[in-house]
């Protein structure tokens, strides 16, 4: 079955306490995203990649980090997580990065909360 | 400057009733494609529609509508005899190409209640 996988599902945790949210897709896609979701602000671009060691900034890098060694994995990483980084969570993954685009493929989203 | 913009935060409608939500977008672009998601109380996104700039055809599938009109830069979806199971926050997003890549922007959601 096509699917991104994420792990966990959810988190409790402290301020700066380093976490990895793991992302998994088993679809070969190139593109892989995150996003976080907020009360009425919808869902905003953390970081992206378009393939393998290719990594960028999407609208709200800050606190974050990413890596991207394999294709089917793109882990989020709080290096010292803060209150404000208390959110849904989702990663998602799409065929191609340019071009012809198709729709994005979810995972089912980590609820973080940081005390 | 908001790329998509759905103004309604919230529409509550008795079951069976149709309900249009709104979504306007912008966009420099001349190819460009968009985009409804379904998220329904358990969270997960659910992929509904996709529409590149090149395709004004509206679209129907079963209960769900989409009215695609460039000239009013607009993506309304419209669902008909609404049920009780279409309770969920539905959101419009645009692709469009930035720096070499699409980059698909979000609307803030609109969270749709189905009282039965």
């Known amino acids: 079955e096509a699917q991104v996988t994420q792990n966990p599902r959810y988190l409790i945790t402290v301020t700066g306490k380093k976490l990895t949210v793991t992302c998994s897709q088993n679809?070969?896609?190139?593109?892989m995203s995150w996003y976080r979701q907020d009360p009425g602000l919808g869902l905003r671009q953390i970081y992206y990649?378009?393939?393998?060691?290719?990594?960028d900034k999407g609208d709200v890098p800050e606190g974050y980090k990413v890596s991207r060694k394999e294709k089917r994995n793109f882990p989020l990483i709080l290096e010292s997580p803060s209150p404000n980084q208390t959110s849904l969570y989702f990663c998602a993954s799409r065929r191609g990065a340019g071009g012809r685009t198709g729709e994005l493929f979810f995972g089912e989203g980590s609820r973080l909360t940081v005390l | 400057a908001q790329k998509v913009t759905q103004a309604q935060t919230e529409i509550s409608v008795v079951e069976k009733e149709d309900v249009t939500l709104d979504c306007v977008y912008e966009t420099r672009d001349t190819t460009y494609y968009l985009f409804w998601y379904k998220q329904p109380p358990s969270g997960e996104l659910v992929f509904l529609i996709r529409r590149n700039s090149f395709d004004e055809q509206n679209e129907i599938s079963g209960r769900y509508s989409w009215n695609f009109q460039k000239s009013t830069s607009s993506f309304n979806f419209t669902i008909t005899a609404s049920q009780v199971v279409d309770s969920a926050v539905y959101f419009c997003?645009?692709?469009?190409?930035?720096?070499?890549?699409?980059?698909?922007?979000f609307g803030t959601g609109t969270k749709l209640q189905v009282i039965p």
């Open positions: 990649s378009m393939n393998v060691e290719v990594t």
């Open positions: 679809m070969n896609h190139e593109y």
């Open positions: 997003a645009l692709s469009e190409n930035s720096g070499g890549y699409q980059k698909v922007t």
